[in-house]
């Protein structure tokens, strides 16, 4: 009788111990791996092979954010020879957004003329409009001044930067007054 009531005070742990341990296990409810984002380290060269850089262009209207069809950004980056002097920077312009605003562009190292040439310091800035009604351009996430190119996702053959949204507007902004 002692037998049978140890065996079963033994099968009873045993049993909850797998069920605590089945548990854990997440059958498919873990959390997704979160993509890497790699920053260029200081004095590497940012082009090796191609890289690719994409975001979004927005016409403001009033309280609303519209998708602008056909407008264009400019990818500026600065280069530097092999005895690190700068010279003239060097652009690209990137395809027209489609319908939804979202905008591709792409830079090789087979379109720089000199191969010593390193780029650096990449920005991204809004080129031009297609609407005569929403053509003054803003510094909403740097669209004006120049977005830096810091973090990319590395794809198998390209480095994928991701831009946050760009926003064009109807009219320019109105001075603050001092009150006078």
Known sequence: MAFTNYSLVI??????????VSANEGY?????PVPKFEKPKIGEKLLQGMIGIQGLIYCKSGPKLIPLKGAVARI?????????????????LSC???????????????????????????KA??????LDSCKVATDVNKGKSGALLSSYKLLKNMK???????VYTCSEPKPISKGY
């Open 11 to 20: 099968s009873v742990a045993l049993l909850s111990l797998m069920l605590v």
């Open 125 to 130: 800035f809004l080129e031009t409009s297609p």
């Open 76 to 92: 500026t980056c600065l280069s530097v020879d092999q005895n690190g002097y700068e010279s003239a920077p060097f652009s690209v």
């Open 96 to 122: 027209p957004s489609d319908a939804k605003g979202f905008f591709f562009a792409t830079l090789s190292s087979s379109e720089i003329k000199e191969d010593a040439w390193k780029l650096n310091k990449c």
């Open 28 to 32: 498919g409810y873990e959390p997704k």
């Open 160 to 166: 994928l930067y991701s831009l946050p949204p760009f």
